[in-house]
């Protein structure tokens, strides 16, 4: 099985990251860690920003004033001003793919307003945004000869010198480890809110799986500190309440049905305002009771069905109580827009730390930064494919990884992986969370660290190779504590407040770290964590080194 571009990931990203690749002549794959319907990017419900009119450069600078005010300073102005110019192209291109936008009595699409937001510019299909998106590139993908590798589960990059030569990963049916060669890799993965297990909107499955590949295969990280709570998820079964509520008029309320924030806030201030609600003892509920119930039929379907069925609350006359959960990840693998430091492997998405979304991301942004950097993604695939040939594959990573996976089966094992995996969550909710502090982040290291080395003396309790749903949820929790570790380093790193980090011991903004940290793991467990230098000081070292060698 050998493709000219492989992608791996089935959102939005990496769907138009294929699509995008695929030629009449070519041969693009796609692969899934699990079936091609799951992702975030089908379970995002809000909706996606775009200014509809190209030459509306008001509205269109707007956009790119709020998205980089979200940011809090470490966004970068070409990758979002990027994304804001393509976005009405990458509208009409999905309508033409066969994306229904809700739309008004004149036929042209509506759109809703978002927290952050100057204008109303997020254009919806009810509150299954992200849902109805994938399925019409699904169908497209299909259409075009794309194929979908399912249940694959990626477990490292394989790499000739300093260019990438194919995907190593795990054959979920009979745990196989298999090489798939391929002249361009596009990873559209995802992020990592999952590994806040128990208290995230994310499948449990969304553990940084590809970061922790990255890792290991030399990449940076960037921004791993920033992790955006959405402030209204079902406090009963952590199911997304849609920014989109809020949008239509909904209140947000305390046990004394009291107000207490401006709904339309961005996320940070919004959860950190329900957290010290609850703080105090409080229960917070979202108030749609005002709201026709027509209106929530039409425009809020999804929720008015979830919330009866997980909790049997009618919300158009009865309030839901919700909390705060982990839903996007800001950090990711540092790239310039979508390119990275290994030749023919491009990032995107979710995982991909690209400076659109910087501290903070604004509302209804991630499906545009999917369908965009995706996009620009696959046409470099592509074009890379079509000026190389395929290069070797180093067999002794697939060795290793064979060995790996070997180890895990041989032995049996008293230690519960399923409750290393809860305490994990729950850590990560509770000390390094909405509210962080130089004492809660030593407590969360010592324990990730120590998590972190019993997940080494995991085994199989079955030793049944076909399906084994045991071994893969080993791989993800050793890639989750490894993407854990990160995540603490670089928040005790950031002694600030910024965006959608928030520590009580430094409660302000510090503008001397008007930077990402950037993060490397030299060795197994040992990460190298440093501000990133500005390019003008890259440029003067560059220039200081070539002066000394040259004399």
């Not at 694959?152 to 790499?159: C, Q, R, W």
């Not at 998820?233 to 924030?261: C, D, H, P, Q, W």
């Not at 503008?511 to 990402?516: C, D, G, Q, S």
């Amino acid at each position: 099985m050998v493709y000219d571009v492989i992608v791996v990931g089935s959102g939005i990203a990496g769907l138009m990251a294929a699509i995008e690749a695929k030629t009449e002549q070519n041969k693009v794959a796609i692969i899934c860690k699990t079936n091609i319907f799951k992702s975030n990017s089908s379970m995002a419900s809000g909706g996606i920003n775009a200014v509809l009119d190209p030459n509306d450069t008001q509205a269109l600078n707007a956009h790119i004033q709020d998205t980089l005010k979200s940011a809090k300073g470490l966004g970068n102005k070409k990758a979002i001003t990027y994304m804001c110019t393509q976005a009405s192209s990458i509208i009409q291109k999905l309508e033409k793919y066969g994306v229904d936008f809700h739309k008004n009595e004149e036929g042209t699409i509506t759109q809703r307003s978002f927290g952050g937001s100057s204008f109303k510019r997020t254009c919806f299909v009810g509150d299954k945004t992200g849902g109805a998106i994938t399925q019409v590139l699904i169908r497209k993908a299909r259409e075009i000869g794309i194929e979908f590798l399912v249940n694959n589960f990626v477990l490292n990059i394989a790499k000739y010198k300093n260019s990438v030569s194919g995907v190593v990963a795990l054959r979920k049916i009979d745990s196989a480890v298999l090489i798939y060669p391929a002249k361009a890799v596009v990873l559209a993965g995802g992020g990592y809110a999952g590994i806040f297990r128990g208290n995230s909107t994310n499948a449990q499955d969304y553990t940084g799986d590809l970061l922790a590949v990255c890792l290991r295969a030399g990449l940076n990280l960037s921004n791993m500190e920033f992790i955006q709570f959405h402030p209204t998820g079902i406090a009963k079964t952590n199911y997304l309440v849609t920014e989109a509520a809020r949008a239509e008029g909904g209140y947000l309320i305390n046990s004394e049905g009291e107000r207490f924030v401006n709904e339309l806030e961005t996320r940070d201030k919004i959860a950190k305002a329900i957290l010290k609600q609850q703080l105090k003892g409080q229960k917070v509920y979202i108030d749609l009771r005002h709201i026709p119930k027509e209106t929530l039929e039409i425009r809020l379907p999804s929720l008015y069905s979830a919330a009866y069925n997980q909790c049997g609350v009618d919300i158009a006359t009865e309030l839901l109580e919700i909390k705060p959960v982990a839903h996007y990840t800001m950090g990711g693998v540092d790239v310039d827009m979508t390119s990275c430091s290994i030749k023919g492997l491009y990032i995107c998405g979710e995982m991909a730390s690209n400076g659109v979304h910087g501290a903070n991301r604004l509302g209804g942004n991630s499906l545009l930064d999917g369908a965009v950097l995706g996009e620009l993604a696959g046409a470099k695939a592509k074009a890379h494919s079509l000026k190389t040939h395929f290069l070797p594959v180093d067999y002794n990573i697939v060795i290793k990884d064979i060995q790996a996976i070997d180890k895990i089966f041989e032995s049996d094992c008293s230690k519960n992986f399923n409750a290393i995996r809860i305490s994990m969550g729950n850590c990560l909710f509770s000390k390094v969370g909405i509210i962080r502090n130089k004492k809660s982040l030593v407590q969360a290291f010592d324990y990730i660290k120590y998590l972190r080395r019993e997940s080494y003396g995991l085994h199989c309790i079955n030793k049944e190779r076909r399906n084994n749903v045991e071994l893969v949820s080993i791989l993800e929790l050793r890639n989750a504590l490894e993407v854990s570790e990160a995540i603490i380093l670089a928040a005790q790193k950031r002694k600030e407040s910024r965006g959608a980090h928030y520590r009580e011991d430094y409660p302000k903004t510090n503008p001397t770290m008007n930077k990402p940290i950037l993060l490397k793991e030299v060795q197994k467990g040992y990460f190298k964590v440093a501000f990133a230098q500005s390019k003008f000081l890259d440029f003067l070292k560059k220039t200081f080194t070539n002066k000394i060698n040259h004399n």
